[in-house]
């Protein structure tokens, strides 16, 4: 089972850019389907993006469409959330998921905030 540490989280000014980082320990990393969601305050978790164990096929929430682009490095065992066009928003915990059958796993977190 892997473990998940995100990274790159921070504040940022709206309409600027991010890139999230999620490193995954275990031999396993390329058979996970990898996914991110978010909580910002107040509101339920929600889903962001994912991206299948080739990297093939991607999928994304209609609110981060066009803006967020999901991918992942296999050799490094790790997938990233590139965030461009950023707004106030998308300010939120961002948490990154691995999936493989009945095993779901998740990392601790990264603050993503955008200011006004």
């Known amino acids: 089972q892997v473990q998940l540490v995100e990274s790159g989280g921070g504040l940022v000014q709206a309409g600027g850019s991010l890139r999230l980082s999620c490193a995954a320990s275990?031999?396993?990393?390329?058979?996970?389907?990898m996914n991110w969601f978010r909580q910002a305050p107040g509101k339920e978790r929600e889903f962001v993006a994912r991206?299948?164990?080739?990297?093939?096929?991607?999928y994304y929430a209609d609110s981060v469409k066009g803006r967020f682009t999901i991918s992942r490095d296999n050799a490094k065992n790790t997938v990233y959330l590139q965030m461009n066009s950023l707004k106030p928003e998308d300010t939120a915990v961002y948490y990154c998921?691995?999936?493989?059958?009945?095993?779901?796993?998740w990392g601790q977190g990264t603050q993503v905030t955008v200011s006004s």
């Open positions: 998921n691995a999936v493989l059958g009945p095993v779901s796993v």
């Open positions: 275990g031999r396993t990393f390329s058979s996970y389907t």
């Open positions: 991206i299948s164990w080739s990297g093939a096929s991607t």
